[in-house]
Each structure stands twice: as structure tokens, then as C-alpha cells.
């Protein structure tokens, strides 16, 4: 009697089986490349949300070109070698290299069983067998089958996101952030965990300054007035500002080296996160009320509208107007903005642990530190760690405000 794999396998001879297969096999699962004939089952491994036929599939898999810098593996069931998941690793960001996995969610609770299979074979595999110095994987707190496993191989919490993720039928669960170490490299720099962070004023939150609506006609363009400042969209003018200050900056603390700008360059960069709607950034000019000098931005930045989350930024350009309060009231402004406007659930930001002062800013705003990154970049002869804040909007609209 002639199986399904066999149809499959003659029908299309590129489909490939474990047999012979030397590592990345499990006890249920083993991971390997997609091939054209796997687009039959991309609901089951792509992780897209909507709906694609398996010709549409198909051309993904073959018109497309490699995602430079990224790898995809289909996470595939031994017994009868069907695809039941799939996973990328993410080799852009060196020392981290990123993994996400999705496995089909009809298995139930096989799926969580697959889904830590698969992780348990490919952080060591990239770690140890690769050299990588570091992978991650971001892990839903109720998900204990792959949390077990992962504690199993040696990975280890090193944050948790609030309320970051919704849940199906409502409900929300906190993410957790693992990392997988290569222990030569932990050798010869000691374990991250271990450093301190740096801290830098008192920690206590400040009372939120509340937008404002003027006396008269507002500002031209503006969605959000405070006492000294308002925003607005980003305008083509605006990249003028951005390239001047670029080249006169005076603090390469708060991003790892500080670059010039073009202002064509600026320009695009505007122009790209406007054009698509709804927008994975939003970003806003922070001007001055007196006289409508544009200072900087705040914006929120890799947007998740299933999850209703995103991670927050800010730039004052002219280091005239930094310590003085405005970045403060404009990240009020844009509070203010993303969570009652555009409904966003929480805001996560991340601080390099040469920056004390900006996680000291963040503190003021109301965000709580729920961990660290480690081992995201690099600088002065090491790798640099970042410590994790989050901010719920329940939280920032308990906060007490100040009077207008």
C-alpha cells in the first residue's frame, strides 16, 4: 500500500525525510530547510495570520530571494515527516542571534511539546555547534512544557514583559525573555548576569504632564499640546534639523557611536513609516510652543497591533533642551497619544548600561525594570547588555498628574 509520504515524495522529489539526517533530530520532531513542496502546509509553519493559498506559498518559497542574514527551519513530525511548525533564526544582530518559533496551534497540547523539542535542539545548536556567543528566544509564561525544556538545556530567564502578549479570547500573559550562552565566551568575559548596572537618581516617578487644549486656534498639524510643547507629524523641513544636529553631537553614551545624518536620508526615513497604514512606527516632531522650533522626536517604534504593544524612543537634537524637562512632557504628550488614542496596552524600551541617565528618565515616566538583554552588541573591546523596561497604560494613567 503506497503511504501519503510516498505520493508526496513522487510527486514532488525535493521533499525531504529524516533519514540520514545527522543532527537537529529529536525524539518527535527534527528540523530541516522548507521546500517548494511544503507549501501545502504553510498554515502550519509560517506563522502568517492571514490567509495564503499554497500557490502564493509556493512563490514564496521559490521567487523570492534569501533573506539575507536570516535562516528558516520547518519544525517536521518524524513519524510520517509532515510540517507541523516552523522557526527562524535571525544572524543580523551579532553577538545576539534572535529565534521564533511557531508551531501550528490545531495540535493543542502536542504543539507546546513540539515547540520545546524544537527549541531544545536549536539554541545549543547555534551556541556550541555554530560558536555563536549568544541565542534568545522570547517565551509566553504559560507556555511550561517549553519553559521546562529550556531550563533543561541550560538557558535562562533574564526578563519578563508584563502583560505583553493577548491572549485568544482575552486575557494577557507576560513574556519571557531567554537567553542560551556559549559558556567559552562567558569564560573569558564573565557571566553578564553578574554586573551591575549603574544607577542614577531616585527613581521615583514624576506626576505626568497632562496635554492642554490652547486658548486659541492650536499649532499648525499638531495632535498633542502641552504647556511647552506639542507634536506633529514629521515634515521634510524637519530632516534639515536632524542632519544639523547629527554632526554636532555631543554625547556617543546614549546609542553606540554617534553618526551624521543626510537629509535625504532623513527624509525617506519619514516618509516610509507614513506611507503604510497602520504603521509599524509612529513617530512625532517635538516643537516649542513659543515659537515652533522643531528640538526632536518621540515615537514608538516596531508596533504589534494584534498584541497592541510596541517599543518606545526619543531624541532631543539640540543638547540645549535635554535635562530640562521637554523630552519628559513630550513622551507624556505621546503617552498620551498611543494609549488612548491609538490603544495600545504597554510600551517596552531598552537601555545600554553605559546610558544610567536615560534608564534614570525612564523611571521618572513611570516605567518599571522587569530584566536585561545581554549580549546585544558590542563596544569598547566587549559585548554591551541592555537593561528591559515595560510601561502599562493602566499603569501611566494611575500615575498622579500636575497641575496645568
Same mark, same amino acid.
Given at each position: 500500500m !503506497?503511504?501519503?509520504?510516498?505520493?508526496?515524495? %513522487?510527486?514532488?522529489?525535493?521533499?525531504?525525510?529524516?533519514?540520514?539526517?545527522?543532527?537537529?533530530? /529529536?525524539?518527535?520532531?527534527?528540523?530541516?530547510?522548507?521546500?517548494?513542496?511544503?507549501?501545502?502546509?504553510?498554515?502550519?509553519w509560517s506563522g502568517i495570520v492571514f490567509p495564503q493559498s499554497p500557490e502564493q506559498a509556493r512563490r514564496r518559497l521559490t521567487d523570492e530571494p534569501d533573506s539575507s542574514g536570516r535562516a528558516s527551519l520547518l519544525i517536521v513530525r518524524r513519524r510520517d515527516d509532515r510540517p507541523v511548525g516552523g522557526c527562524t533564526v535571525d544572524y543580523r544582530g551579532f553577538p545576539h542571534h534572535q529565534v521564533t518559533v511557531h508551531v501550528d496551534p490545531l495540535y493543542g497540547e502536542r504543539a507546546l511539546a513540539w515547540k520545546a523539542e524544537a527549541l531544545a535542539m536549536i539554541l545549543p545548536w547555534i551556541v556550541d555547534d555554530q560558536q555563536c556567543p549568544k541565542a534568545g528566544v522570547d517565551v509566553p509564561a504559560r507556555e511550561a512544557p517549553v519553559i521546562e525544556a529550556l531550563d533543561a538545556v541550560g538557558a535562562r530567564v533574564s526578563a519578563r514583559f508584563r502583560e505583553k502578549l493577548a491572549?485568544?479570547? /482575552? =486575557?494577557?500573559?507576560?513574556?519571557?525573555?531567554? $537567553?542560551?550562552? +556559549?559558556? *567559552?565566551?562567558? $569564560?573569558?568575559? *564573565?557571566?553578564?548576569?553578574? @554586573?551591575?548596572?549603574?544607577?542614577? =537618581? !531616585? =527613581?521615583?516617578?514624576?506626576p505626568v504632564t497632562p496635554p492642554v487644549l490652547p486658548a486659541g486656534d492650536p499649532p499648525a498639524n499638531a495632535m498633542r499640546v502641552g504647556p511647552r510643547v506639542y507634536l506633529r507629524p514629521p515634515q521634510e523641513s524637519d530632516a534639515l534639523a536632524l542632519a544639523h544636529w547629527s554632526t554636532r553631537e555631543v554625547d556617543a553614551s546614549w546609542d553606540n557611536g554617534r553618526y551624521p545624518a543626510s537629509t535625504g536620508g532623513a527624509t525617506r526615513w519619514f516618509e516610509g513609516f507614513q506611507k503604510k497604514l497602520p504603521p509599524e512606527t509612529i513617530d512625532f516632531a517635538v516643537c516649542l510652543r513659543e515659537n515652533d522650533e522643531f528640538i526632536g522626536l518621540v515615537g514608538v517604534l516596531d508596533i504589534d497591533y494584534r498584541h497592541r504593544i510596541g517599543e518606545?524612543?526619543?531624541?532631543?537634537?539640540?543638547?540645549?533642551?535635554?535635562?530640562? *524637562?521637554? &523630552?519628559?512632557?513630550? %513622551? +507624556?504628550?505621546?503617552?498620551?497619544?498611543?494609549?488612548? !488614542? @491609538? =490603544?495600545? +496596552?504597554?510600551?517596552?524600551?531598552?537601555?545600554?548600561?553605559?546610558?544610567?541617565?536615560?534608564?534614570?528618565?525612564?523611571? %521618572?515616566? &513611570?516605567?518599571?525594570? @522587569? *530584566?536585561?538583554?545581554h549580549w546585544v552588541d558590542f563596544r569598547d573591546g566587549s559585548f554591551v547588555s541592555f537593561v528591559c523596561f515595560d510601561l502599562l497604560a493602566s499603569d501611566w494613567r494611575a500615575m498622579p498628574r500636575s497641575e496645568p
Open positions: !503506497t503511504t501519503s509520504l510516498e505520493i508526496r515524495q %513522487k510527486t514532488n522529489p525535493d521533499l525531504l525525510a529524516s533519514t540520514g539526517q545527522a543532527y537537529l533530530v /529529536g525524539e518527535e520532531v527534527y528540523l530541516r530547510p522548507p521546500v517548494p513542496a511544503d507549501a501545502e502546509y504553510d498554515s502550519a491572549l485568544p479570547g /482575552g =486575557g494577557r500573559d507576560d513574556e519571557l525573555i531567554y $537567553e542560551y550562552l +556559549h559558556r *567559552g565566551w562567558m $569564560e573569558r568575559l *564573565g557571566d553578564p548576569a553578574e @554586573v551591575a548596572f549603574p544607577r542614577t =537618581g !531616585t =527613581g521615583e516617578p514624576r518606545s524612543a526619543s531624541m532631543i537634537l539640540n543638547p540645549s533642551y535635554r535635562e530640562a *524637562g521637554y &523630552g519628559t512632557e513630550a %513622551k +507624556h504628550l505621546m503617552f498620551d497619544h498611543v494609549f488612548n !488614542t @491609538v =490603544g495600545l +496596552h504597554a510600551l517596552q524600551s531598552y537601555v545600554m548600561f553605559e546610558n544610567p541617565r536615560s534608564a534614570a528618565a525612564l523611571r %521618572k515616566q &513611570g516605567y518599571r525594570e @522587569v *530584566g536585561r538583554d
